[in-house]
């Protein structure tokens, strides 16, 4: 009895929910833009959509959801979603993904918070592209988006980088680890992270896992090192934290990748001298791998590609990678953003 009570309601509800949709008002892309710049932005670029304070007692750990128009030559925009440390975007940001507009363009769709994210795409220039197209412009995986394996995420950051492989490819086995719970709560709140049959997330001491691993015996296909302080540390060097520089790490994670794997660091040093001290890393890296290769992108970030066995990148055809890329949507829209 309880049963068929509950399912009318659900019923009315629907009814009543088909009803208001039907009832509502569709905007032109122009009526909708006007509602979207004026209403939810107030006529800013920027608005912050939610101040996400993991420590209540400690602002200085609070954390900036922003979103952020668009605007592109030919007419049209799109929103992105920034997290940041400040409010304003003036001290850069951990992260950036791209919305879904709505389909049905109303009044009660102006709202961005209420957006989808869509994780089907990534900026080039981010360190997620970079650590993706790393995997595929050093030969490592073949370009295939049926490639089997597994990857191993140190630091999921906003689950960006997980949620885009899981999105192509299906026959990779994708497990994140991240220190911070904070981290997940964000990825699957804001930035459209979910987990799936082959996709987990688990809250715990990465350096830990790995040396766990190695212990064990286990191996891993990549590992995605992007482990990073949020707020500004004493020597500047954001990422990689220094539990994942240490001597006993470094010989697991050499182990964990086995001779045929491959590791990708995200590194972020801000202070006068981070080249220098990217090379640093770099040298002292090398001492526990066959090689390290040294790249960077155009937003300040360096990264270490390190494997077992030589990576030989002259049979890799560079445009082919860069059409495979292109058709995961990994493209430009970060520079319509800043
Ligand atoms: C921390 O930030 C929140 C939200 O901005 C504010 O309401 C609160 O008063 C702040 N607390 C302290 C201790 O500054
Ligand atoms: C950006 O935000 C910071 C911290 O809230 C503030 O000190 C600074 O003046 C702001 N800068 C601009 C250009 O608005
Ligand atoms: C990862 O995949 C490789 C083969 O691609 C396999 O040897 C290894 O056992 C797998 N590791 C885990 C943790 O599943």
Same mark, same amino acid.
């Given at each position: 009895m309880l049963k068929s009570v509950a399912l009318l309601a659900a019923l009315f509800l629907t009814i009543q929910a088909a009803n208001y949709c039907m009832k509502e008002k569709e905007l032109s892309e122009n009526e909708f833009f006007d509602q979207v710049q004026g209403k939810t932005f107030a006529n800013q670029q920027n608005r912050v959509v939610a101040i996400e304070c993991p420590d209540p007692k400690d602002n200085s750990t609070c954390l900036y959801i922003v979103d952020r128009i668009g605007y592109l030559k030919d007419g049209s925009w799109f929103v992105g979603r920034f997290l940041t440390p400040v409010p304003n975007l003036t001290k850069g940001f951990l992260s950036v993904s791209k919305l879904v507009k709505p389909v049905f363009k109303s009044m009660s769709t102006i709202d961005t918070a209420m957006w989808m994210v869509d994780v089907g795409t990534m900026d080039a220039m981010t360190p997620n592209s970079v650590e993706l197209s790393s995997l595929f412009t050093t030969g490592h995986f073949e370009m295939n988006r049926d490639v089997s394996g597994n990857?191993?995420? !140190?630091?999921?950051?906003t689950g960006g980088l997980m949620s885009f492989f899981s999105t192509y490819f299906k026959n990779l086995k994708l497990t994140g680890i991240d220190i911070d719970p904070q981290s997940e709560y964000l990825a699957k709140k804001w930035f459209g992270y979910r987990d799936t049959k082959n996709s987990k997330i688990l809250i715990g001491d990465g350096a830990e896992y790995i040396m766990e691993m190695a212990k064990r015996g286990e191996t891993s296909d990549a590992v995605l090192v992007d482990a990073c302080h949020n707020h500004a540390p004493p020597d500047g060097i954001y990422c990689p934290v220094e539990a994942v520089r240490?001597?006993?790490f470094?010989?697991? !994670?050499?182990?964990?990748i086995g001779t045929k794997g491959i590791t990708t660091y995200n590194m972020y040093i801000l202070h006068r001298d981070h080249q220098k001290g990217y090379q640093k890393i770099r040298n002292e890296f090398a001492k526990y791998f066959a090689e390290c290769?040294?790249?960077s992108n155009h937003l300040g970030n360096a990264f270490i590609m390190c494997s077992n066995n030589k990576i030989d990148?002259?049979?890799?055809?560079?445009s082919s990678v860069r059409s495979f890329l292109k058709n995961m949507r990994i493209d430009g829209f970060l520079k319509n953003l800043l």
């Amino acid at each position: 009895m309880l049963k068929s009570v509950a399912l009318l309601a659900a019923l009315f509800l629907t009814i009543q929910a088909a009803n208001y949709c039907m009832k509502e008002k569709e905007l032109s892309e122009n009526e909708f833009f006007d509602q979207v710049q004026g209403k939810t932005f107030a006529n800013q670029q920027n608005r912050v959509v939610a101040i996400e304070c993991p420590d209540p007692k400690d602002n200085s750990t609070c954390l900036y959801i922003v979103d952020r128009i668009g605007y592109l030559k030919d007419g049209s925009w799109f929103v992105g979603r920034f997290l940041t440390p400040v409010p304003n975007l003036t001290k850069g940001f951990l992260s950036v993904s791209k919305l879904v507009k709505p389909v049905f363009k109303s009044m009660s769709t102006i709202d961005t918070a209420m957006w989808m994210v869509d994780v089907g795409t990534m900026d080039a220039m981010t360190p997620n592209s970079v650590e993706l197209s790393s995997l595929f412009t050093t030969g490592h995986f073949e370009m295939n988006r049926d490639v089997s394996g597994n990857i191993t995420f !140190l630091g999921v950051a906003t689950g960006g980088l997980m949620s885009f492989f899981s999105t192509y490819f299906k026959n990779l086995k994708l497990t994140g680890i991240d220190i911070d719970p904070q981290s997940e709560y964000l990825a699957k709140k804001w930035f459209g992270y979910r987990d799936t049959k082959n996709s987990k997330i688990l809250i715990g001491d990465g350096a830990e896992y790995i040396m766990e691993m190695a212990k064990r015996g286990e191996t891993s296909d990549a590992v995605l090192v992007d482990a990073c302080h949020n707020h500004a540390p004493p020597d500047g060097i954001y990422c990689p934290v220094e539990a994942v520089r240490t001597p006993e790490f470094l010989k697991s !994670l050499s182990a964990v990748i086995g001779t045929k794997g491959i590791t990708t660091y995200n590194m972020y040093i801000l202070h006068r001298d981070h080249q220098k001290g990217y090379q640093k890393i770099r040298n002292e890296f090398a001492k526990y791998f066959a090689e390290c290769h040294l790249g960077s992108n155009h937003l300040g970030n360096a990264f270490i590609m390190c494997s077992n066995n030589k990576i030989d990148q002259s049979t890799v055809d560079i445009s082919s990678v860069r059409s495979f890329l292109k058709n995961m949507r990994i493209d430009g829209f970060l520079k319509n953003l800043l």
